[in-house]
């Protein structure tokens, strides 16, 4: 098994293989370019947590300099990927170690020069990247090289950065800036150990060497650090002093600290696949995102959309994290689960004051949530094809579901690890005041005896204000279940603690049978008599059409399916798994028939227009034993990113980068679908359901602070053995 | 005073000119243009609730063919004004009278030809149609004639009539056609008397003759009617029958039949105005064309949104009716009032079934109202003017208001006339099952104690699927009072109906409680700080831009201002009055100043998009005195089909007529407005506000079934004089 990915030359695969060939240390996520590339080929070291907005445009992160920037010259001739085409080119991705890998070779006068780079994100040193860079020629050949921190990166909606200012130091170069809206300082240092080479001259942030050379290699060493103001107060000093100690060690002994911590973090979280090699390498390359884009250094920071691939979507923080990610790290790395929910306690007050702006209580947390909790999310997150008009959204207003999708995570990491200090920390706050949020954002309905929460957007976002969407309604029931059972919990197990958060939170005991009302006469539309679930109100009545139909009616291949007058907007086909995502959860209080019967209903009116579609129709097939109609969304989600077929523009907008949702929700297919693994009465249980190719599965995880192995072999009974905590 | 309108020759007039010569006498209305017009111009003769559906195009009123088709012709020469332009043409109507009046002259050969017609459809003979022709010459020529039954008339979504029969007897041309969808029969029946002229041939249902003009006049009169399935078993020999008693009478005897009913309606109904002959002339044309419509025959009818103008509105009832035009005849012509109210008992089946359709109790009225009270409305009632493709409007299903409308028009009747039997024959359930669809349709608010009508549309439908429509809930409340007094009066003065009305309706004793909590818990907009009332919920955080400016935003004309996406969707844009038309009908409940200042905000923000708007702005500035600023609102309004300038086409789609709504709002706007008539404790009151240049208003009123003569004088005390009941 290699353990790899590769890519040769392919000029319009740079884009995604940018995202395909990510590093990232959960600080920050350097895309897979070349180290000769500039903006335009999207380069761009993004870090978590530190955003910017130029003008009315959307606010989003910032790219730092590039601080490995390395480009060889022949006086004014540039040779580089750019400009030449190579003799040979490749790149590799070792996510095993967390390695990027580059060996290109130019056929030049005559002659053939190679550079050779291997480059990795500390996984512990998180604001180091180093990379070594090696150089050869067959023939003898005295050529530049330019080395420096390059501020031509990838910017969508920039420039984030302003008021450069380049240091000088003897061995080190400085570039600092501050960002437009808030001037946060940023810093990025660089050294360069470019064995007996001696600087040729420096301008500005960039170095100048002359090298000759010749069949033996010649070798640079760039170590770069980064620090912003969310690290600490002064980002230069730290980012100087983290750069000398790295520089005082050599790449090999940095390379070892890092590939050392790869190494026990897939002894946690690998998941072995015998008997069907691609589905192993989808995995694992999955996990591998996850990994290396887990914040495992701050609780007050999470996992954006698209990772930290980049700048789209924001930066932001969606329901991704809880509902696709979430799970993964709860099973295997717990202390990064309990980081991602961290965030949401850390960013409560932007809930609360979210609620506040529309006239509700409690917490309704952000659809698109960036770094204190604040809704990036535009009211008009569309741009109209036809009149290039932006189009009023509702995804801001109208996704509801979003506070229940948190309070639901938290009680999640509650009954699997049995944390409670998580819940004392501020979950239970979050729990209340999602609960108190449903209470009143809901109507009732004087007639028919009910709550409803109506004018809301589900799962499925190609039907705008829709009544009584039943993912969401279920959802909103379950949240009161789980405030009034944590509620419960706390009396008996920490009233001190419980009577402090009933003051936060401004709850008295007459709330809890408000709460217990709701839950008791909230509407949760049931199966009909064919046993399927009505998506919202007379969603039946919708046109019944193909999906295939839908999109011929398309008159511009880039106009939205969704809102008020998309194609897809009074038909029954929907964007992505809502129903089906509610089953997902809520399987138990369902029997298999109906779950069976509402997959065969809405699986061919799903568009998957959503990259965490596939993994939840993967998912829910395995809950009524269909592993044949499982197996392909599962690998449809697992290899997201390998094949990077999934949108790449909306309207000029770029939308790619890596999908960890969809890597998390591969995880849970293989995991929850096909391992089957489950909690009943607590205790671990596993009934599995292997695809037929599959010989073995097999997997960790942490349950109530215990750690697990599970092995799965086709035709035996599967054996869960405890191992020594790690 | 002349009482008369005129036009000349204008080719691009003719379409316009079909509405302002309107001729109509309730049953049917004949469209203002020439003998010899046929489909292209319009020609129409429009019947009064016979409709007919072709496929899947929207269902509209029937065109019956042209029983005063006339058309004159040198051999194969057509002299018309299709072919010819005219050496003298005047076009006139006499509306004191009802009369159409048109003197042409041709130059043709080097001789003069005039034709010269006056027409009328009699007053209380309602199918019949008369036209005295007159020929002459400057020299002898003789000329070809043809007359007969044309059925190459305007259609919009046609065609409506088939299986075409003729049946040609001795003195009469018979067509008889069925509709298409529903196969009603309906017949034109004409006969012609030509002096001693000879009838040349006769082919299908036209007649040809030959006539020899000198200065010497020759007259034709034609005589036609016309019946359909909705009057009669049989309409052909009702139509036989009926046009062979017209012809036993002379044109002069039927026409001082005629005129002698007009004379009898403007006793009643004028309204006099000394020193602004403009607005004379104006209110006269205004109320001749709601008598001209008025279905003073039947109760089973009522008047649509164009009158008998045409097609356009698909002939349906809109709230312009009880709003707009009721006020006038309940003043009036109360036993036209009581047909008109009488429609909506009729069609209460209907509005039951809609609210059942969308899953609510009680009568939800059809927007658009045809002749069972089916909704005509299409859910895509505008098309999209760039991508052609249907938008799906919320006209029919949001529009909520329309219940309240006729609740209270209802009980403003009752209140005016004191006509209890209404009341009993079914006006008492219409109210009734109004103010259930009230409840039923509301949401309680729990947190808020209160109950809201949320996702509505107001009157201003550039604004869709808003919360809390101060219209709407104001009047939602309104009809919950209504029902609650009704309920009262009832038991006071009519105990044994009223068991069979509760028993009909399903209402009980707890009923009443229901009704009363919903009155006082209904949460109904007040004004704010600045004394503003908000349209609905965020209103005031939208766009506050000026109607300029939206204008300005249009990149297609013709693009529908409303929708999700609409120019003035996002802005304080409003397409009529609002707000000012709920301070209109609920005056009482603010202050003075609390009037002025929301005209005085509304105003300026108001496109004016609709008829509707104008007349509510004049009244609403009387309301607090300001005749100056109300003066061209009502100036505006009485002249709407004076000067035609309103909007003809929506797309490709022509929507012109005559505007009976404004015409009622112009009575509306010089009677409650200028002249102050109101009641107060059961008495007529008069509080004069008089536009500068009027030097005396002068109307009658039948009001508590007693007719009142008012009289007001510039400076002097108005007088209310009783009348002889007439």
């Known amino acids: 098994m290699s353990w790899q990915v590769r890519a040769g030359y392919d000029p319009n695969q740079i884009v995604s293989n940018g995202n395909k060939f990510l590093l990232a240390n959960g600080y920050m996520g350097y895309r897979g370019t070349m180290e000769e590339y500039g903006a335009e080929q999207l380069a761009a070291n993004t870090i978590l947590g530190l955003y910017d907005q130029v003008g009315d445009k959307w606010r989003e992160p910032v790219n730092a300099p590039n601080g490995l920037f390395f480009k060889l010259f022949d006086q004014a001739t540039e040779i580089s990927l750019l400009t030449l085409k190579p003799s040979f080119h490749q790149q590799t991705l070792d996510y095993q170690q967390g390695l990027h890998i580059r060996k290109t070779a130019f ?25 070594e860079i090696t150089l050869a020629a067959e023939k003898p050949i005295t050529l530049q090289v330019k080395i420096g921190i390059d501020t031509a990166v990838w910017d969508i909606n920039g420039p984030h950065l302003i008021n450069f200012e380049t240091e000088d130091l003897a061995d080190q170069i400085i570039l600092s800036a501050k960002t437009q809206r808030e001037h946060k300082n940023i810093t990025v240092a660089q050294a360069v150990n470019a064995s007996k080479l001696n600087c040729l001259k420096k301008e500005g942030q960039f170095a100048y060497y002359e090298v000759t050379l010749t069949p033996e290699p010649i070798t640079f ?98 329901w991704d994290t809880e509902m696709f990610m979430l799970p993964f790290f709860m099973h295997v790395l717990p202390e990064v689960a309990k980081n991602i929910l961290s965030y949401r306690i850390y960013t409560l007050p932007g809930a609360l004051a979210k609620a506040k702006e529309y006239g509700f209580n409690g917490a309704f947390y952000a659809w698109e949530s960036q770094e204190l909790g604040q809704d990036a999310t535009s009211d008009y997150n569309v741009v109209d094809v036809f009149t290039k008009r932006p189009m009023r959204t509702y995804f801001r207003d109208k996704q509801i579901h979003i506070s229940g999708d948190i309070a639901y995570a938290f009680w999640q990491y509650y009954e699997y690890t049995k944390d409670l200090e998580l819940l004392l920390k501020g979950g239970a706050q979050v729990i209340f005041e999602c609960a108190k949020f449903y209470y009143s954002y809901a109507y009732y309905k004087v007639e028919k005896n009910r709550f409803e929460l109506i004018d809301v957007i589900g799962p499925d976002e190609y039907h705008e204000r829709v009544y009584n969407n039943a993912y969401t309604n279920k959802l909103a029931q379950k949240t009161m279940k789980i405030a009034l059972d944590l509620w419960e919990m706390l009396a008996e197990n920490a009233p001190e603690d419980l009577a402090e958060i009933l003051t936060a939170t401004e709850l008295m005991e007459i709330d809890k049978e408000k709460f217990q009302r709701f839950y008791n006469e909230i509407y949760v539309p049931q199966p009909n008599d064919a046993e399927i679930i009505e998506q919202f109100d007379n969603y039946f009545s919708l046109e019944d059409v193909s999906v295939t139909a839908v999109r011929k009616r398309l008159l511009d291949d880039k106009e939205y399916w969704g809102g008020a007058y ?29 779950i069976q019967k509402n997959w065969e209903y809405y699986e061919p009116r799903t568009e998957h227009g959503s990259s965490l579609s596939a993994c939840i129709y993967a998912l829910v097939a395995c809950q009524f034993d269909n592993q044949d109609w499982a197996y392909p969304y599962f690998m449809k ?33 293989a995991i929850k679908g096909f391992g089957g693994l489950s909690v009943k009465n607590n205790q671990l249980q596993v009934t599995p359901k292997l695809p037929k ?18 092995e799965i072999e086709a035709g035996k009974t599967p054996r869960i053995s405890k191992k020594n905590n790690s």
């Open 107 to 131: 056929s030049y006068n005559e002659n053939t020069i190679t550079l050779q780079a291997e480059r990795f994100l500390h996984m512990k040193r998180l604001h180091l990247m180093v990379d």
């Open 221 to 318: 060493h760039i170590f770069a650090t980064t620090f912003n103001a969310n690290d600490c107060q002064n980002p230069k000093e730290a980012a100087k002093k983290e750069l000398d100690v790295a520089f005082a060690m050599d790449f090999a002994s940095l390379k070892k600290e890092h590939t050392q911590i790869w190494k026990g973090l897939w002894e946690k979280a690998d998941v072995e696949i015998d008997g069907d090699s691609k589905a192993q390498e989808a995995i694992r390359y999955s996990l591998y995102h996850l990994l290396s884009i887990a914040p495992r250094h701050s609780d007050t920071v999470s996992i954006p959309a698209r990772g930290l691939s980049g700048q789209t979507y924001k930066g932001a923080i969606f």
């Open 566 to 594: 998309g194609v897809a907007a009074d038909t029954q086909v929907i964007k992505q798994a809502d129903v089906i995502f509610m089953l997902h959860l809520f399987g138990e209080d369902y029997t298999k028939s109906e």
């Open 637 to 669: 989600t697992a290899t997201v990113d390998l094949t990077g077929e999934t949108k790449q523009y909306a309207g000029t907008i770029y939308i790619g980068g890596t999908h960890p949702a969809a890597n998390g929700g591969a995880w849970l297919a």
């Open 693 to 710: 190719s599959w010989q073995r599965l097999a997997f960790n995880t942490i349950f109530n602070g215990e750690s697990y192995h599970i």
